[in-house]
């Protein structure tokens, strides 16, 4: 753990440019955190950012700010507040930028000619010739597909294991958070997994020889036990 003393930001307006202001206060970068909290660097980035569109439901929203403001040793229920007052701001201009996305526009009116008709064509057929070439290379460096079927994502359970079950490509490397599992050969894999109580990440990865990876996440949240 890294050792900085709490300080009161000033002049800060947003919850994410506080949280940013106490992390490089304390010298740390995205990496570092994500390393401290076990949180992924995209979901710390958007928790900055103050974009909680890219963020899951509110509920492992509010863990992830729970578990960043421990980590930055500020106080939890000040951050939740702060996230909560932000929220019912932000929700309404969210919706409201969707709504006027989504209008339909009157489409301009265009004059078709001999002339436009044979250059369309022209084009068309050159951007065929681009998309063949560009879907074979695809082929090759394009990542395996990986079909996760359990567990579900944010997903909360009461058990400190869980099973991950699988299907990819069958040529493929899989791992589950870092560690190679076995694929049979029809690409089907099923590995089970401990959890911590808690917010869990679990990352599958699923990669070809030459391929890019395809990850997938998992968040599982497990509630402790009450004691009977």
């Known amino acids: 753990m890294f050792n900085f003393k709490k ?25 570092q955190a994500e390393k401290g909290t076990g949180i ?3 979901y710390l980035q958007a928790l900055e950012e103050g974009d909680y569109s890219v963020l899951p439901a509110t509920v492992y929203t509010k863990n992830y700010l729970r578990v960043y403001a421990e980590f930055l040793q500020v106080s939890p229920q000040f951050v939740l507040d702060l996230y909560d007052q932000e929220k019912r701001i932000i929700e309404p201009i969210q919706n409201k930028k969707i709504e006027e996305r989504t209008k339909t526009k009157p489409l301009p009116k265009t004059i078709i000619s001999p002339r436009r008709i044979r250059n369309l064509v022209i084009f068309l057929i050159i951007a065929a010739c681009f998309v063949y ?11 395996p597909f990986l079909e996760i079927s359990n567990p579900s994502d944010n997903l909360v359970i009461n058990e400190n294991t ?18 190679e599992v076995f694929l049979n050969p029809t690409g089907n894999f099923q ?6 109580n808690g917010l869990n990440t679990i990352e599958i ?18 509630e402790q036990k009450e004691n009977q």
């Open 7 to 31: 300080k009161e930001v000033k002049g800060i307006k947003t919850l994410g440019q506080r949280l940013k202001s106490v992390r490089e206060e304390a010298k740390l970068d995205l990496e």
């Open 40 to 42: 992924p660097k995209k």
């Open 133 to 143: 070439l560009g879907f074979e290379i695809k082929k090759i460096v394009s990542p």
């Open 162 to 179: 869980i099973e991950v079950i699988g299907k990819t490509e069958p040529e493929s490397t899989v791992t589950i958070n870092g560690q």
């Open 191 to 196: 590995e089970t997994i401990e959890l911590a």
């Open 205 to 222: 990865s699923s990669q070809k020889k030459h391929s890019n990876k395809n990850i997938v996440y998992r968040h599982i949240l497990v």
